[in-house]
């Protein structure tokens, strides 16, 4: 035991790369870990949860926390980390807005349980078994975590106190934030660790991008052999860069890629779809409702476009159908 502040590092529902992001602090990692207690990191090392359920309230200095929450186990671990932290901070697009994973919201989970263990071409399910919470095998009970019918971010969990957005975030970021905490000089609580700009903002390109921009067509990237030094937007082609805060270092514009808006909304937005939506108004070249029509039909799946990291976040949160959430909050 040391006396080094306490850190967690945990991931809920996570592809992993919010954890990479953090290897990905190169030789900084020993600094960090030097100067910290690392009690827990799932995916580097051997710790275990009743080691953490044994501590004292607010014994952890700081947890970060990766990944969204849709099952009972993300949930105990993210309310368990919480009670246990006296700084929680959201790591990456899942857990500050649901990120990709929250397009399933866009389906209900009879849907995804259908296909995903009964319709799928290469299933083979001959008893039609579905995954369930309880089962009894041999006179003796397992138990799986209960699966939710909705993605939900981290903050619609548990009290969450800084957000770093990002698919993932990049490795500066987490050590600026990691730095703030150890020299106590954090912004106020629900402050978001990126700078308050849009990305047109920092955007290299943001010189080519006219004043007034008047579109015809709307084009996607994979459709054209796009300029790598002129703005997307002029050229046509979708990128949500005017509605998405800046911070990512230009990640995807720097390799001719549009941005898809993995920061998130920017400063004051609640809904960054709707944001990019009205932008996307007032660049259309069209004279009346039909031609409008006519050019948003062109984009495929917008909504899975614009809330391709956001959905559970956004006012829509989810496809209407009725039920509410199993979510025990
Ligand atoms: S934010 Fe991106 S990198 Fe991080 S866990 Fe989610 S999908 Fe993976
Ligand atoms: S619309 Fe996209 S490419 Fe154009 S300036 Fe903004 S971020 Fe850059």
């Known amino acids: 035991m040391t006396n080094k502040p306490k850190v967690a590092i945990c991931w809920l529902g996570s592809?992993?790369?919010?954890?990479?992001?953090?290897?990905?602090?190169?030789?900084?990692?020993?600094?960090?870990?030097?100067?910290?207690?690392?009690?827990?990191?799932?995916?580097?090392?051997?710790?275990?949860?009743?080691?953490?359920?044994?501590?004292?309230?607010?014994?952890?200095?700081?947890?970060?926390?990766?990944?969204?929450?849709?099952?009972?186990?993300?949930?105990?671990?993210?309310?368990?980390?919480?009670?246990?932290?006296q700084i929680v901070l959201a790591l990456g697009s899942c857990a500050c807005f649901g990120g990709t994973p929250g397009l399933a919201n866009f389906r209900t989970k009879e849907d995804i349980f259908n296909w995903v263990y009964r319709d799928a071409p290469t299933v083979i399910n001959p008893k039609g078994n579905y995954p369930q919470p309880e089962v009894q095998v041999g006179g003796r009970?397992?138990?799986?975590?209960?699966?939710?019918?909705?993605?939900?971010?981290?903050?619609?969990?548990?009290?969450?106190?800084?957000?770093?957005?990002?698919?993932?975030?990049?490795?500066?970021?987490?050590?600026?934030?990691?730095?703030?905490?150890?020299?106590?000089?954090?912004?106020?609580?629900?402050?978001?660790?990126?700078?308050?700009?849009?990305?047109?903002?920092?955007?290299?390109?943001?010189?080519?991008?006219?004043?007034?921009?008047?579109?015809?067509?709307?084009?996607?990237?994979?459709?054209?052999?796009a300029d790598p030094n002129t703005c997307f937007l002029a050229q046509g082609i979708l990128c949500l860069g005017p509605a998405t805060r800046t911070g990512c270092g230009e990640a995807c514009i720097n390799i001719n890629i549009p941005c898809r808006g993995c920061f998130g909304p920017v400063e004051g937005v609640v809904d960054g779809g709707t944001k990019f939506i009205s932008s996307l108004a007032s660049i259309l070249d069209a004279e009346d409702e039909e031609e409008v029509k006519r050019v948003v039909d062109t984009i495929d799946d917008l909504a899975g476009y614009l809330y391709r990291f956001s959905l559970p976040a956004s006012l829509l949160r989810r496809r209407r159908v009725g039920e509410e959430t199993n979510l025990k909050i």
């Open 15 to 85: 592809c992993g790369g919010c954890d990479e992001a953090v290897v990905d602090l190169n030789e900084a990692i020993l600094q960090v870990a030097d100067a910290v207690e690392i009690i827990l990191w799932p995916i580097a090392m051997d710790f275990k949860y009743h080691n953490i359920e044994a501590m004292g309230d607010n014994e952890i200095t700081l947890s970060i926390i990766n990944g969204h929450v849709r099952n009972s186990e993300q949930e105990e671990m993210a309310k368990l980390l919480r009670k246990k932290s």
């Open 141 to 225: 009970e397992l138990t799986l975590p209960e699966f939710y019918e909705d993605v939900h971010t981290l903050d619609q969990v548990i009290d969450v106190d800084y957000y770093l957005p990002g698919c993932p975030p990049p490795p500066e970021l987490i050590l600026n934030a990691i730095n703030a905490v150890l020299e106590e000089k954090l912004p106020p609580k629900g402050s978001t660790l990126t700078p308050h700009k849009p990305l047109c903002d920092t955007c290299p390109r943001n010189e080519t991008k006219p004043d007034r921009l008047a579109l015809k067509e709307i084009k996607r990237i994979h459709e054209v052999d």
